[in-house]
């Protein structure tokens, strides 16, 4: 199983970008997806969640008004929709097969794949 995220790149603060995890090796749609941010310096953050088959989606307060996650099944896709991007936003940003222990999202994987790099300037 592999996941391989896209879509990454340098924007204005106010700025909008979208990012792409396609997967291989499983069907997106019968496990949950989490997208997760790592800036320099920083712990891994759990960003937001799609669920298994019925889609529900969570987010962190963080991100929570700016950020849509997505899924788009034909495609084995899910996507994060970022918009109103700030500085703070600048980070490598992956996606995993995810479980929640209630308070926070863990990657089911033992490895993050190479990410995807958001940069936002001020």
């Known amino acids: 199983a592999q996941l391989v995220e896209s879509g990454g790149g340098l924007v204005q603060a106010g700025g909008s970008l979208r990012l792409s995890c396609v997967a291989s090796?499983?069907?997106?749609?019968?496990?949950?997806i989490g997208w997760f941010c790592h800036a320099l310096g920083k712990e891994r953050e759990g960003l937001s969640c799609i669920s298994s088959f019925d889609g529900a989606t969570d987010y962190a307060d963080s991100v929570k008004d700016r950020f849509t996650i997505s899924r788009d099944n034909a495609k084995n896709t899910v996507f994060l929709q970022m918009n109103n991007l700030t500085p703070e936003d600048t980070a490598v940003y992956y996606c995993?097969?995810?479980?929640?222990?209630?308070?926070?999202?863990?990657?089911?994987?033992?490895?993050w794949g190479q990410g995807t790099q958001v940069t936002v300037s001020s």
């Open positions: 090796g499983f069907t997106v749609e019968k496990y949950p």
């Open positions: 995993t097969q995810v479980g929640t222990d209630g308070s926070s999202w863990y990657s089911l994987f033992d490895y």
